[in-house]
């Protein structure tokens, strides 16, 4: 899979330490992240993630700031990217079973690396349920 990850000054170790599992797990990854821990806007990182899940030039995306709330808002206002803020690895595979998201939205400051490792390796391995929700699903856009 391809996967386009970005975070902000809150995430480096969180991408660092996510890109190395699932590099050793075989798949691709397109990194629009920072690689320091000086302040700067998650917008700028966030809406690269989105381009990338909206063209289908990735499968999936992950975003990590502080809340996961700020850069979650950036990439929803994306068509065909639904984003999920999840904190701990039940709420990703919701995300994904129920929700269809195709972007994992991580608060770093509320999550250890561990957590969000595991939050994103169940994001990956779950697949959307379809039937009731695939009907939900489809009414999230506003086309």
Known sequence: MIISIGNDHAGPDYKKAIVQFLEKQGHTI?????DTFESVDYPDFGHPVAYDVESRKADFGI??????????MTVNKHQDVRAALCWTKEIAELARLH?????ISIPARFTSI??????VETFLS????????????NKIACK
């Open 114 to 119: 561990e957590q969000a490792v595991q939050m």
């Open 30 to 34: 397109l990194n629009h992240g920072t």
């Open 99 to 103: 929700n269809d998201a195709n972007v």
């Open 126 to 137: 779950t697949a959307f349920e379809g039937g009731r929700h695939a009907n939900r699903v």
């Open 63 to 72: 975003v990590i700031c502080g809340s996961g709330n700020g850069i979650a």
